[in-house]
């Protein structure tokens, strides 16, 4: 399945140009995503949702008018190569818009040593880590780094709710020592203790080991209820096994990245019957119901596959900015992003049908408000949004939603919690 999907998109890169050259111009955009390594499930899932939101903005457009052509570049999950692929994107491509990484670990990095020195935009559909947020506060991202997931310090505020709602008074932490990890770790506890829960302890570790039993072992001996499991499908599983094989409590809270089947295919469906989780995104709406049609049928995927949706948006955003913006420079790009965004603009969904009818109305001088899969997408002035939450279980293998914060809930628990 990956050695397809890295196959077709790098088709899709060569041959694009060529076959669109009937049009008024064809608009390239980077995409560098994780297709392997440690989050190859997620940027698999994430690279069929950009080639399908790609594929509905040029269904939409007439014979006189802009198409895109995306340049995919495999960051392998590791920062340094993540760095050369954005590298290649913005100096041989010369791409004005890049949408990645999936994660925090290469998403970082491409800000800091590509797009930010470029002032380009940057859209990362998935990477979490507060860090980012600092980055637009301290003004090093130069106000041209956006993403269509909530920072993990409102995810964190989620999970302690959804953990203390299921009863899980007392927990243990095991998360991943990486940015995405050590953020979301910090914010749950945080949460989580402020609003009456009880870590017992947290333990870091080091991704890509072929066993996890001695962190297992020193998580277990503070006897927690209960395992928040801060990781990634396959190092979680892995986690998981041990956990269960050494006595653990079958109770877990899960990151939005382990609503995975993978992942519970490896673990085994009979242990999870008391696991739940949050994901950043809606739980229903008009493009969510396209996106769940459309996606299975492309792609021939689960739509709920982990960072799936906020990768659709995210090409959308990016093709409709850039339809938008009135020059393709990283300032022209940014108000673009935000003329498609507007609470007051036009309200658009998901689709070819959305997207035809949104270029009639940029043409007409609109501004326009993306109700996209995850939900209506408002920027604050760092580029963050600030949710909602879809919450869920898995009961007999399979993931369930259980229903959804809002973002209006999120910063009431926040407040409550006395964390800004």
Same mark, same amino acid.
């Given at each position: 399945?990956?050695?397809?999907?890295?196959?077709?998109?790098?088709?899709?890169?060569?041959?694009?140009?060529?076959?669109?050259?009937?049009?008024?111009?064809?608009?390239?955009?980077?995409?560098?995503?994780?297709?392997?390594?440690?989050?190859?499930?997620?940027?698999?899932?994430?690279?069929?949702?950009?080639?399908?939101?790609?594929?509905?903005?040029?269904?939409?457009?007439?014979?006189?008018?802009?198409?895109?052509?995306?340049?995919?570049?495999?960051?392998?999950?590791?920062?340094?190569?993540?760095?050369?692929?954005?590298?290649?994107?913005?100096?041989?491509?010369?791409?004005?818009?890049?949408?990645?990484? +999936?994660?925090?670990?290469?998403?970082?990095?491409?800000?800091?040593?590509?797009?930010?020195?470029?002032?380009?935009?940057?859209?990362?559909?998935?990477?979490?880590?507060?860090?980012?947020?600092?980055?637009?506060?301290?003004?090093?991202?130069?106000?041209?780094?956006?993403?269509? +997931?909530?920072?993990?310090?409102?995810?964190?505020?989620?999970?302690?709710?959804?953990?203390?709602?299921?009863?899980?008074?007392? +927990?243990?932490?095991?998360?991943?020592?990486?940015?995405?990890?050590?953020?979301?770790?910090?914010?749950?506890?945080?949460?989580?203790?402020?609003?009456?829960?009880?870590?017992?302890?947290?333990?870091?570790?080091?991704?890509?080991?072929?066993?996890?039993?001695?962190?297992?072992?020193?998580?277990?001996?503070?006897?927690?209820?209960?395992?928040?499991?801060?990781?990634?499908?396959?190092?979680?599983?892995?986690?998981?096994?041990?956990? +269960?094989?050494?006595?653990?409590?079958?109770?877990?809270?899960?990151?939005?990245?382990?609503?995975?089947?993978?992942?519970?295919?490896?673990?085994?469906?009979?242990?999870?019957?008391?696991?739940?989780?949050?994901?950043?995104?809606?739980?229903?709406?008009?493009?969510?119901?396209?996106?769940?049609?459309?996606?299975?049928?492309?792609?021939?995927?689960?739509?709920?596959?982990?960072?799936?949706?906020?990768?659709?948006?995210?090409?959308?955003?990016?093709?409709?900015?850039?339809?938008?913006?009135?020059?393709?420079?990283?300032?022209?790009?940014?108000?673009?992003?935000?003329?498609?965004?507007?609470?007051?603009?036009?309200?658009?969904?998901?689709?070819?049908?959305?997207?035809?009818?949104?270029?009639?109305?940029?043409?007409?001088?609109?501004?326009?408000?993306?109700?996209?899969?995850?939900?209506?997408?408002?920027?604050?002035?760092?580029?963050?949004?600030?949710?909602?939450?879809?919450?869920?279980?898995?009961?007999?293998?399979?993931?369930?939603?259980?229903?959804?914060?809002?973002?209006?809930?999120?910063?009431?628990?926040?407040?409550?919690?006395?964390?800004?």
């Amino acid at each position: 399945m990956r050695s397809g999907l890295l196959v077709l998109t790098v088709l899709l890169a060569a041959t694009a140009p060529s076959a669109w050259a009937t049009t008024a111009c064809t608009i390239p955009v980077g995409v560098a995503m994780e297709l392997t390594g440690a989050a190859g499930a997620y940027g698999q899932a994430a690279a069929k949702a950009v080639d399908l939101a790609f594929f509905d903005l040029n269904a939409a457009a007439e014979s006189n008018e802009c198409t895109f052509v995306a340049y995919v570049r495999d960051t392998q999950s590791e920062p340094t190569v993540a760095v050369d692929a954005a590298n290649q994107l913005v100096a041989l491509q010369h791409v004005p818009l890049l949408i990645g990484g +999936i994660v925090s670990s290469t998403t970082l990095p491409m800000l800091t040593s590509v797009t930010g020195p470029a002032h380009i935009v940057q859209i990362s559909p998935a990477a979490s880590s507060p860090r980012l947020t600092a980055l637009g506060r301290t003004g090093q991202s130069g106000g041209l780094f956006f993403r269509t +997931i909530t920072s993990d310090a409102l995810q964190g505020t989620a999970a302690a709710r959804q953990a203390l709602d299921h009863g899980l008074q007392s +927990i243990g932490v095991i998360y991943a020592n990486n940015d995405f990890g050590n953020g979301l770790e910090q914010e749950f506890v945080r949460a989580y203790q402020s609003l009456g829960g009880h870590v017992v302890i947290t333990t870091p570790y080091n991704e890509h080991q072929s066993n996890y039993q001695a962190e297992v072992t020193r998580t277990l001996a503070a006897h927690p209820a209960a395992l928040y499991l801060v990781s990634t499908p396959v190092d979680g599983a892995t986690i998981a096994r041990a956990w +269960i094989a050494a006595g653990g409590p079958r109770r877990f809270l899960l990151n939005d990245g382990m609503n995975s089947a993978d992942f519970i295919h490896a673990v085994g469906a009979k242990y999870l019957d008391e696991a739940y989780g949050t994901s950043s995104g809606t739980v229903a709406g008009a493009s969510n119901d396209y996106f769940a049609k459309a996606f299975r049928t492309r792609a021939q995927e689960d739509p709920q596959s982990p960072a799936a949706d906020r990768s659709y948006d995210a090409a959308a955003l990016a093709g409709l900015a850039l339809l938008a913006a009135p020059t393709r420079d990283g300032a022209g790009t940014r108000r673009g992003l935000l003329r498609v965004t507007d609470p007051k603009g036009d309200v658009i969904h998901a689709g070819s049908d959305e997207f035809r009818r949104a270029r009639r109305l940029l043409k007409t001088g609109h501004a326009l408000r993306y109700e996209g899969v995850i939900g209506a997408v408002s920027f604050d002035a760092y580029g963050d949004i600030s949710g909602p939450f879809r919450l869920w279980r898995i009961e007999k293998g399979v993931v369930r939603t259980t229903g959804e914060l809002s973002a209006a809930a999120v910063v009431a628990l926040r407040s409550q919690a006395g964390t800004p």
